[in-house]
């Protein structure tokens, strides 16, 4: 019997199973292996019952309801007799290191979480199907364009029209506030940007605001010295917050201290209480 015909036998509640773990709700890992020298898609035991588990699982309508691994697995292996999925044996690269692994269907069909699942199911094809409907159906309505009405060759005589003007505008815009910075960069440095935004990752109005700005590099703003007391705190108020030590910076007294000692030294102070 063929897989077509298997997958045909499935009831309803396996069905809604197969399709969630097929479809990017379930968050599983999907990767692509080589099979009899074609692609197929392969997943690991434990990212299907992780799925199983999940709260999007929870929320699928018609489907067994999964309470621990041990569930999950049971319903995984119900799954395996309709071949909508079946265990394989992972092999080495097709190609080169990064190109897909060689896969082979196994003789012993039983689900264990360590072990790899090729996926022999599609998932629904409607989108597929209309898609390719409305791909004929546009490259028809081109070839069909002389024996459109008037009204309508028009429409489209517009619209292309009013795109390319509106192309046109972008370029000659940018050429304008080329030529236009290049001038006051001679006349008024550093220079002035029209519109400096036009080509900043920004929506369509931002793109126009500010008008214009001075061609000048954002300053880099300096990171804030921590640890430093503040102005006007005198020894023993450093003793009390930090528990009776603290660290006094000395200045250079003499021209004879060496370069290589630190200017600051630790000074531990007998708490009042001992």
Do not use: C
């Not at 897989?3 to 499935?10: C, H, M, P, S, V």
């Not at 619209?159 to 000659?172: N, T």
């Amino acid at each position: 019997m063929s897989t077509a015909e298997l997958q045909a036998k499935a009831p309803q509640d396996v069905r809604a199973v197969v399709q969630f773990l097929r479809s990017s709700k379930s968050g599983m890992k999907i990767r692509v292996g080589a099979l009899n020298g074609k692609r197929i898609d392969y997943f690991k035991g434990k990212s299907a019952i992780k799925a199983l588990l999940s709260p999007a699982y929870a929320k699928v309508k018609h489907a067994p309801k999964v309470a621990s691994e041990a569930d999950a697995e049971a319903l995984l292996q119900s799954i395996i007799p309709f071949t909508f999925y079946l265990r394989i044996e992972r092999g080495g690269p097709s190609g080169s290191a990064s190109s897909p692994r060689h896969v082979t269907v196994t003789p012993q069909q039983a689900f264990a979480p360590d072990s790899y699942f090729a996926w022999f199911y599609e998932g629904p094809q409607w989108t597929t199907y209309a898609g390719g409907l409305l791909m004929v159906a546009v490259m028809l309505a081109g070839v069909m364009f002389p024996l459109w009405p008037p009204v309508m060759r028009l429409g489209v005589w517009y619209i292309s029209v009013a795109m390319l003007g509106l192309i046109g505008a972008f370029f000659g815009l940018a050429i304008v506030r080329l030529i236009f910075y290049v001038i006051t960069v001679v006349v008024a440095s550093p220079g002035i940007w029209i519109f400096p935004k036009l080509f900043a990752d920004v929506g369509v109005i931002e793109s126009f605001i500010p008008l214009w700005e001075w061609d000048v590099p954002a300053k880099k703003t300096s990171k804030k010295k921590k640890g430093k007391a503040p102005a006007g705190v005198t020894s023993e108020e450093k003793l009390a917050s930090n528990g009776g030590a603290f660290i006094e910076e000395v200045g250079e007294e003499s021209p004879d201290s060496r370069p290589g000692s630190r200017s600051a030294r630790v000074e531990e102070v007998p708490d009042e209480d001992s």
